[in-house]
């Protein structure tokens, strides 16, 4: 055995943790502007990287796809009311689109994610009840949300699960029967509660969802439905459904209670969020993908207008990654992709880029529900999406931005979140596509 | 319609801690009593202070009277009032900026109020507290402690409850009833309903505290109150678990108390001349988060959770002098009898003083009105414990982790940052039926975590109306009213991690939930 | 400065960055499957504002399995599985910790208890009268994957053979289980490094303490990883990279000791600069283009199952990346998250179920994809995946062996 080892052929210091790993196109963040940025390169053959300090927002999200749902009043048409709305929001991400790009992300989206069944199309917004009892304006649903458009009216079975503290038909019922959806059009809803069997008093969505997994449970759970039953031609249910086997769960109940069922998403978490992202993130590997969880990208080198590499943290070290293009899908104010210190100055957080309509610290609006200045905040892009420096040109030529980084828009307000991310990650693709030739 | 009338011995004016212990102290020697507060109680000074039980060391040195008499109630508190108390300790320690030769002035000045003091190495005092700055050159251990506010001020109303008082909240006095010499009661109108309602009181005290110069005016007496502001930021988490303060005179940003979850930094003093207008300013706030450094290196980096600001009721005993600098002004109390300044019978003002006095503020005042009702019975405040903390124990950190972890999973969380189970909440409905979602934050801390209100404002509007007690309507609006009071504490912080969690919280309420177009 | 002042602080600071989003709860393979787990938010940002003083609060944290998801999707930094860790020792100093998981917590006194006998030790193990009996007296569960004892250490092997000299070093560190129970994985090791031209230096070393740490028993295993750090410094290896085969000790060494256990020695801090995941360092060499890559076809289908602690090392997959490249080698990469095991937690009698249950997608997709081997970079996690499935679970480094011609 060796004690001590003679000291001459060590090697260089630097020769390790410098690793020489190159991809055609790094991603950083794993929300859906990223995802769909890096399964459409992925998808084209790709060696697409994607590094994230964590999940992004779609486990938490009701995973609807909103395009644009109040400007400011309620939005029937998204086709029709874009161009006016675009023509007034010239700072809008929408405005770096072509209306073709964004039928075109839609399209491919639905197809993409078929296991889950999505509907909707740009020329009308769904109305969809909110676990408030709201209408909400939104553009895609997914199969198992689908039935709970309410833009005709109708009369619905609002269904509490007794174990379920993050839903509350009763409220729900009250408030939907008392919306307008449309002229002359009505709904009347009901709410029942009912308690599954042998349930303590709190289960976790996590934990609810795979008990509805098991057929003996739902099985049960509609049989309590069906004793409550009336003359509805829905049911509505918080969006707890599976997790894995949501498209089975959701078919058993219709077929069960004989009419269609309908989710009705509620605070995070979010299972259809979740089924989202679980879909995205398996196509994206499926396609040759790299996916890593956990790593922060802590900065980049670029020189001559082009962004060599980016800094990646890993458990001890940090890493040097390297790649032809770069995309920067770190989300907004509200995710971290934008961080605004105590003296009020907001910066990109990863590479420190120029953030715009960052108004004075002092902007806060004292009406909760007004609009935030510091919900627009965030990156000015090129035609190209490409950020641009203070000149307004582009900082680096390989180096693009998506989602809910861009400055300019309201997500929340406008009803327009998933939409921006879904267009621009899709736009920003096809961008470093053509730039690849 | 006739209006309804209450006939009681005395009116209280004023629902904070001084209010509430003179009922308390009332109901305890027979007389029934009525206790008033415009809105909820606790919610003007005693529900808007850094939560410290003093041992008196903040003023051995420039207010020896006040002192100890902070030392001698800090004892009767700690027997009386255990359950709202923890009893965390405190550290005076001198940091790099402050005059190394107060500390000996300080220890001096403990000896002279009777403040049992310990000076520690400063080894011995970073080992205890971490986080403290390790250049600071001596600390001294005193009994400094925590004091919830809200359940000392509903521990003094239960009890009196108890004992047959009434309490109105939401209560505002329209006017004083007079005779030609005396103050016979008050017309009051209900802030909910719009009701008006007489008060018929053989004896009527102004413990308005801050606002007693409004009150006192409807009598036509005047109080030379002066209101002096302070600001207080919350933290996120403890980031000490001792009271820890500036061994120097008494300053801004001097001190760090650990309450409930939170550590809360304070304090300004800036005299001002409403009490309903002390918001605080973003100077204010960035000083005190640098002034937190001098205490525990970091701290401005820590999450903010929320800021707020309370007026002091400061009385200068020397009358007619012009106060510039409040700090300048003594924390003692003191009893205006006005039949004697004003020549206003059955009427009394009770002012100044700070919250570890209360208890002794109540005293004074009772004694005097009660040689006023011709009553013999003595305070008794000093030995009977408040209502839930006869068994004498200190309250804990972790009672409620503790309590959580042996319910679950059978009574659902519904404030999932302080705790607070669906079983908490029902237990406060069925205690009182009339709550805002606001007056139950502070009975239940609902919403006064990291997520103010994100996650648990739609859970129990939600619960309320299912239970019944809110009607479609009141839900919406009570959530809707909810956050955006909670938004007032917090647009001044909107900062790193705070602001990120508003932008989640907006996300909820707008992004998911759609608040702002519920049906009318 | 005050960066540096928190510094000490901040897997406890890191709460701060909560803003309850529910990423972790959503990910936790323990709190999708039973109740008696309320979820790493609830045990970990949330109740640590609740923590503070000399008495422990908790009890459901102890049923985090240290899995270690939560902390690498939390979006906002929270150390999440790093302040459970600390809050499950406080707990268990408190209530007391159970000879079972003393016992459970040093594999190496098994490990050396058991070799002069290892065919009794052996027999007795896999005995189900005495499994039976080690339930109900110990606590292990009976049905859970035990090793077993080889008969020779494998650094009785390591000291007897022949000398392989090479200008380019590395040091090895082979954990306990290559020592005790499975010292072929560790002669493969040194069979590949020395292919590739590496001369392998293996200095003396015994545990590195995770099993303790993650049993909550943090003084000692404070000392165990700050004696193995000056073991594996020995005077003549500064600078060289040091290979760990074991991913759950390889993590160890390049943060859970210095994160989790707050151990501030320095050799450690510099070690854990310089520690490798073997596959890591293999990967690397072949993006240099310095990895022998005369691979002889392996015609057989291979499960590749990534450990969580392999995952939170946050360098991918680099065992898949590689193995890609063995002709005829059908690889099929398991998209699941956790097998449950987590070191010794599924071993415990009232957790073995919970832990069958949190890997059951993943037995369920192996079954599905019927290979003739499992490649995982774990132990405890391969001795659960075979006695869960009844497939064969090597190390990947097995299946690179073959390609290499090894047999």
Redesign the interface.
């Known amino acids: 055995?060796?004690?001590?080892?003679?000291?001459d052929?060590?090697?260089p210091?630097k020769f390790?943790?410098c690793?020489?790993?190159r991809h055609d196109v790094v991603v950083i963040g794993a929300g859906l502007a990223g995802l769909t940025a890096g399964i459409r390169l992925a998808q084209e053959g790709l060696d697409v990287a994607m590094f994230?300090?964590?999940?992004?927002a779609l486990?938490?999200?009701?995973a609807v796809v909103d395009v644009l749902g109040?400007a400011p009043d309620?939005v029937e048409s998204p086709r029709v009311a874009l161009p006016s709305f675009v023509a007034q929001h010239p700072e809008h991400p929408y405005a770096c689109l072509s209306m073709g790009v964004l039928a075109a992300s839609l399209d491919w989206f639905k197809e993409l994610v078929t296991p889950l069944g999505y509907t909707g199309s740009l020329e009308r917004n769904l109305l969809l009840p909110?676990?408030?009892?709201?209408?909400?304006p939104t553009l895609l649903a997914p199969e198992t949300m689908a039935a709970g458009d309410l833009g005709g009216g109708g009369e619905v079975l609002i269904v509490g699960i007794a174990s379920y503290?993050?839903f509350?038909p009763?409220?729900v019922a009250?408030?939907l029967t008392?919306?307008?959806p449309a002229d002359g059009r009505r709904i009347v809803a009901r709410a029942v509660e009912v308690a599954l069997a042998g349930d303590?008093?709190?289960?976790?969505?996590?934990?609810l969802s795979?008990r509805l997994e098991e057929p003996a449970v739902r099985s049960d759970l509609a049989r309590s439905i069906r004793a409550e039953l009336g003359s509805e031609a829905a049911v509505g249910i918080p969006a707890v459904l599976g997790l894995?086997r949501s498209h089975e769960v959701w078919t058993d109940l219709q077929r069960w209670l004989e009419r269609p069922v309908f989710e009705i998403?509620?605070?995070?978490?979010s299972l259809p969020g979740?089924r989202l992202q679980s879909l995205l993130t398996?196509l994206f590997?499926s396609f040759g993908g790299?996916l890593?969880?956990?790593?922060?990208v802590l900065g980049g080198q670029g020189a001559n207008g082009v962004l060599e590499s980016v800094t990646v943290?890993?458990?001890?070290?940090e890493i040097s990654v390297s790649a032809g293009h770069f995309l920067l899908a770190t989300g907004?104010?509200?995710?971290?992709g934008i961080?605004?210190?105590?003296?009020?100055i907001p910066r990109e957080a990863v590479l420190g880029l120029p953030v715009t309509l960052a108004g004075s610290?002092?902007e806060?609006?004292?009406?909760?529900?007004g609009p935030?200045p510091?919900?627009r905040i965030g990156l000015a892009v090129d035609e190209r999406l490409r950020p641009l420096g203070d000149d307004l040109g582009h900082l680096f030529s390989n180096l693009h931005a998506a989602g809910a980084t861009l400055a300019g828009a309201e997500?929340?307000?406008e009803?327009s979140?998933h939409g921006i991310s879904l267009a621009t990650g899709f736009a920003a693709a096809a961008a470093i596509l053509e730039e690849r030739g | 319609m006739a209006l309804s009338q209450i006939e009681t011995d005395l009116l209280v004016i004023g629902g904070g801690s001084t209010g509430a212990g003179v009922a308390w102290d009332a109901a305890l020697r027979g007389l029934h009593v009525t206790l008033v507060d415009r809105g909820d109680l606790a919610t003007g000074t005693t529900g808007r202070f850094h939560g410290l039980l003093h041992s008196g060391g903040r003023y051995v040195v420039k207010d020896p009277s006040s002192a100890r008499e902070c030392a001698s109630e800090n004892l009767i508190l700690r027997r009386v009032a255990a359950d709202c108390i923890e009893d965390t300790g405190g550290l005076f320690v001198t940091t790099p900026v402050d005059d190394p030769a107060y500390a000996d002035r300080f220890v001096e000045g403990c000896g002279a109020a009777d403040i049992p003091v310990e000076e520690i190495t400063v080894g011995a005092a970073l080992a205890r507290e971490p986080r403290l700055n390790p250049r600071i050159s001596r600390a001294f251990v005193v009994p400094d402690a925590s004091i919830d506010a809200w359940k000392t001020v509903w521990a003094c109303v239960r009890g009196a409850t108890a004992r047959g008082a009434k309490v109105l909240p939401y209560h505002q006095v329209m006017s004083l009833t007079m005779t030609a010499d005396a103050v016979t009661g008050a017309y009051l109108r209900d802030a909910r309903s719009g009701e008006q309602l007489r008060v018929r009181a053989r004896c009527t005290v102004n413990a308005a505290g801050a606002w007693s110069r409004r009150v006192a005016e409807l009598a036509g007496c005047e109080v030379g109150v002066v209101p002096g502001k302070g600001i207080m930021i919350a933290m996120n988490h403890r980031v000490v678990n001792t009271v820890v303060n500036r061994c120097t005179m008494p300053g801004d940003g001097d001190i760090i108390v650990p309450i409930r979850t939170v550590s809360v930094i304070g304090t300004t003093d800036i005299p001002v001349s409403d009490p309903d207008h002390i918001d605080p300013t973003r100077e204010e706030i960035a000083e005190m988060m640098e002034a937190g450094e001098a205490l525990v290196p970091g701290f401005s980096q820590g999450r903010a959770l929320r800021v707020w600001a309370g007026a002091r009721p400061l009385f200068p005993k020397t009358t007619g002098k012009q106060v510039s600098d409040t700090r300048e002004v003594t924390r003692s109390h003191s009893v205006l009898d006005h039949e004697a300044l004003d020549g206003v019978g059955n009427f009394l003002t009770i002012t100044g003083g700070k919250f570890t006095t209360f208890r002794l503020m109540a005293k004074d005042a009772l004694d005097l009105a009660a040689r006023k009702l011709d009553l013999s019975a003595e305070c008794t405040t000093a030995t009977v414990p408040l209502p839930d903390s006869e068994s004498k124990r200190f309250y804990w950190i972790g009672a409620r982790q503790e309590e959580m972890e042996h319910e679950a999973p059978d009574d659902p969380l519904i404030c999932e940052c302080e705790l607070v189970s669906r079983g908490d909440l029902q237990a406060a409905l069925a205690r009182r039926s009339d709550w805002q979602l606001d007056d139950l934050r502070r009975a239940l801390r609902i919403g006064m975590g990291p997520c103010q209100g994100g996650f648990c404002a739609f859970r129990v509007a939600a619960t309320l109306h299912r239970d019944g007690q809110y009607d479609r309507l009141a839900a919406n609006h009570a959530l809707g009213a909810f956050v955006e009071e909670r938004w007032k504490g917090v647009k001044l912080i909107s900062w790193g991690d705070q602001l990120r969690q508003t932008r989640l919280d907006q996300w909820i309420f707008q992004g998911i939930l759609d608040v702002e177009h519920l049906p009318k | 400065m005050s960066t540096e002042a928190l510094a000490p602080f901040e897997v406890r600071s890191s709460l701060d960055h909560c803003i309850k989003c529910t990423v972790c709860e959503s990910s936790c393979p323990v709190a999708a499957v039973t109740p008696l787990f309320p979820g790493p938010k609830t045990v970990g940002p949330q109740a640590e504002r609740f923590r503070a003083g000399d008495h422990s609060p908790d009890l459901s944290v102890d049923y985090c399995s240290g899995c270690g998801i939560c902390t690498r999707v939390c979006p906002q930094g929270v150390r999440i599985a790093e302040i459970n860790s600390r809050a499950r020792a406080e707990m268990k100093v408190e209530r007391g910790i159970p000879m079972r998981d003393q016992i459970l917590a040093r594999p190496g006194y098994m490990g050396k208890a058991g070799r002069p006998v290892a065919p009794l030790f052996n027999w007795a193990l896999a005995n189900p009268v005495v499994r039976l009996l080690g339930e109900r007296i110990v606590g292990v569960h009976r049905k859970a994957p035990v090793p077993l004892a080889a008969s020779r250490s494998f650094s009785y092997w390591a000291g007897r053979r022949r000398r392989f000299l090479a200008p380019r070093r590395v040091v090895y560190f082979h954990g306990c289980s290559t020592q005790h129970f499975e010292p072929e994985v560790g002669k493969k090791v040194v069979a590949v490094l020395e292919h590739n031209g590496f001369q392998v230096l293996i200095p003396k070393q015994d545990c590195c303490g995770l099993p303790l740490q993650s049993n909550g028993i943090f003084g000692a295993a404070r000392r165990y990883v700050e004696r193995l750090a000056t073991q594996l410094s020995v005077p003549g290896t500064e600078g060289l990279p040091v290979i760990a085969s074991s991913t759950s000790c390889g993590l160890m060494l390049k943060k859970e000791a210095l994160e989790i256990l707050g151990v501030e020695d320095g050799h450690l801090a510099e070690i854990s600069k310089r520690t490798y995941d073997l596959f890591e360092f293999l990967l690397e060499l072949h993006e240099r283009g310095e990895l022998r890559t005369d691979f002889q076809p392996v015609p057989l289908t291979v499960a590749y199952h990534a450990p969580c602690q392999q995952q939170n090392q946050l360098i991918g997959k680099p065992a898949l990346d590689l193995l890609r490249l063995v002709p005829a080698l059908r690889l099929v990469e398991m998209d699941r998250l956790c097998c449950g095991i987590a070191g010794t937690y599924g071993t415990k009698r009232e957790k073995y179920d919970i832990a069958m249950r949190v890997g059951e997608p993943l037995f369920a997709d192996i079954k599905t994809a019927s290979p003739d081997l499992v490649a995982c970079d774990s132990e405890t996690c391969r001795w659960q995946i075979a006695k869960a499935t009844g497939v064969t679970a090597v190390h990947p480094l097995e299946v690179l062996y073959r390609a290499y011609g090894g047999s």
């Not at chain 1, 909110?130 to 909400?136: E, I, K, P």
């Not at chain 1, 806060?364 to 529900?369: D, G, H, I, K, L």
Request: charged share 20%; glycine share 12%.
């Open positions: 055995m060796w004690s001590t080892y003679p000291n052929q060590v090697l210091a390790w943790g690793s020489g790993m994230a300090t964590g999940h992004g486990p938490l999200a009701p109040y309620r909110t676990a408030l009892g709201g209408l909400r503290r993050d509350y009763k409220l009250q408030n008392a919306s307008a303590p008093r709190d289960l976790r969505p996590q934990l795979r894995e998403p509620t605070i995070p978490p979740q398996q590997r790299r890593q969880i956990g790593n922060t943290a890993q458990a001890s070290r907004g104010v509200g995710t971290g961080v605004v210190d105590r003296k009020g610290p002092s806060v609006n004292p009406e909760y529900f935030q510091v919900d997500p929340w307000k009803k979140g």
